[in-house]
């Protein structure tokens, strides 16, 4: 089973950027992949996920026009580029991964539809 692996996490001020990254143990051709995060005292919520072939992408109304979503698949690599970081975005930051045989993009994020389960994460904390 593809096993991901979240990394590029850290301290920012607000205003600042991060770029997460999300590292497969296998190919990510086809596979949707999906970022999620988690606050503290919070229900897990969507974040960005991205098709297989990258012609489309969905993003979470409270990051649009912040963050960016994009994938290398020859590296099987998938990022999360954070831009203007708001205390809000602080959270711990998931990755995970479905078949488009079994969801859309937009329908991966909206219902949390993965295949497997969730992996430790990436931290995030937006503060001055």
């Known amino acids: 089973q593809l096993q991901l692996v979240e990394s590029g996490g850290g301290l920012v001020q607000p205003g600042g950027s991060l770029r997460l990254s999300c590292a497969a143990s296998?190919?990510?051709?086809?596979?949707?992949i999906g970022w999620f995060r988690q606050a503290p005292g919070k229900e897990r919520e969507d974040v960005s996920c991205i098709s297989s072939n990258d012609g489309d992408v969905y993003y979470a109304d409270s990051v649009k026009g912040r963050f960016t979503i994009s994938r290398d698949n020859a590296k099987n690599v998938v990022y999360l580029q954070m831009n203007s970081l708001k205390p809000e975005d602080t959270a711990v930051y998931y990755c995970?991964?479905?078949?488009?045989?079994?969801?859309?993009?937009?329908?991966?994020?909206?219902?949390?539809?993965?295949?497997?389960?969730w992996g430790q994460g990436t931290q995030v904390t937006v503060s001055s």
């Open positions: 296998g190919s990510l051709d086809n596979y949707i």
């Open positions: 995970v991964a479905n078949h488009p045989l079994y969801a859309t993009t937009q329908s991966m994020c909206t219902m949390k539809a993965f295949l497997g389960s």
